[in-house]
């Protein structure tokens, strides 16, 4: 697992309401209990943590991010691109 895929389910465990419960890539975070809120506020320590803008509409979170993957992937890639520039 790279540092960025640790860092990332890092906060989405923080969020979740599973507890201490190992986080799994084809989690839903919905189920995980990341709701709207929570997944806009995960957002921006993303963006903050990794330095790095998250092209995101705050209403449709749930269409860009529905799995712990989702997160991961999308994240990498910019953390790769803008490390590219």
Same mark, same amino acid.
């Not at 201490?20 to 993303?46: H, K, N, P, R, Y």
């Given at each position: ?10 906060? %989405? ?29 995960? %957002? /921006?320590?993303?963006?903050?943590? /990794?330095? %790095? ?11 860009? /991010? ?20």
């Amino acid at each position: 697992m790279t540092e960025v895929a640790e860092g990332v389910m890092e906060i %989405i465990a923080a969020r979740s309401k599973r507890g201490g419960a190992t986080l799994q890539g084809s989690d839903w975070l919905d189920e995980l209990g990341i709701e709207s809120l929570e997944a806009v506020e995960m %957002i /921006f320590e993303l963006e903050d943590r /990794f330095r %790095i803008e998250i092209p995101v509409n705050a209403n449709n979170t749930g269409e860009v /991010f529905k799995t712990v993957t989702d997160v991961v992937l999308l994240v990498e890639e910019l953390v790769a691109a803008k490390d590219a520039t």
